[in-house]
T-cell receptor
């Protein structure tokens, strides 16, 4: 069972570069989300989606874009990376009315 | 607005002793409450949840949590700690009436169990 798969696991970017963090789930979950984890701040919601074609902003959406063209995939795009976006990023999914959320293994991003 | 507070950055306990990791929450409606654990360089793993019913919830690895509505708390407990329980623990809340299903996390508490 693959669950939630994130790639890449590690990435170093230069300020101003763009990149996409990939997230895929094979559980046919309607709800998917992206969080960032920073020391002392827990997990903060960046963007979420309640189904294909539907996305919405979380607590800290600035600097990030998402799209949801399929149920399985929910990529996170950094348009112009900044050092403040250095963080660990987690993708998560669950059934739309389910309560247990499943996390990917994380993507460690460093912006220099 | 929903919020979760984990007042302790770190909890230290000796192996074999009981442990408690504290969590308080704030929601406008009734809460769904969760505990997750994170081991180094890994994603979060689900431990247990309170949806409705009994206030004492039992979860994975011998952990349990007690929902206290009057104190708006959901403390995580284990009768006898193991060194392998050392990890980062997150409490999370979701408002039952929030149709966006957003889950709000606390800042995390690091549990260190000494041999």
């Amino acid at each position: 069972n693959a669950g939630v798969t994130q790639t890449p696991k590690f990435q170093v970017l230069k300020t101003g570069q763009s990149m996409t963090l990939q997230c895929a789930q094979d559980m046919n979950h309607e709800y998917m989300s992206w969080y960032r984890q920073d020391p002392g701040m827990g997990l903060r919601l960046i963007h979420y989606s309640v189904g294909a074609g539907i996305t919405d902003q979380g607590e800290v959406p600035n600097g990030y874009n998402v799209s949801r063209s399929t149920t399985e995939d929910f990529p996170l795009r950094l348009l112009s990376a900044a050092p403040s976006q250095t963080s660990v990023y987690f993708c998560a999914s669950r059934r739309d009315n389910g309560n247990t959320i499943y996390f990917g293994e994380g993507s460690w991003l460093t912006v220099v | 607005a929903q919020s979760v507070a984990q007042p302790e950055d770190q909890v230290n306990v000796a192996e074999g002793n009981p442990l408690t990791v504290k969590c308080t929450y704030s929601v406008s409606g009734n809460p769904y409450l969760f505990w997750y654990v994170q081991y180094p360089n890994r994603g979060l793993q689900f431990l247990l949840k309170y949806i409705t019913g009994d206030n004492l919830v039992k979860g994975s690895y011998g952990f349990e949590a007690e929902f206290n509505k009057s104190q708006t708390s959901f403390h995580l407990k284990k009768p006898s700690a193991l060194v392998s329980d050392s990890a980062l623990y997150f409490c999370a809340v979701r408002d039952k009436t929030d149709s966006s299903y957003k889950l709000i996390f606390g800042s995390g508490t690091r549990l260190l169990v000494r041999p």
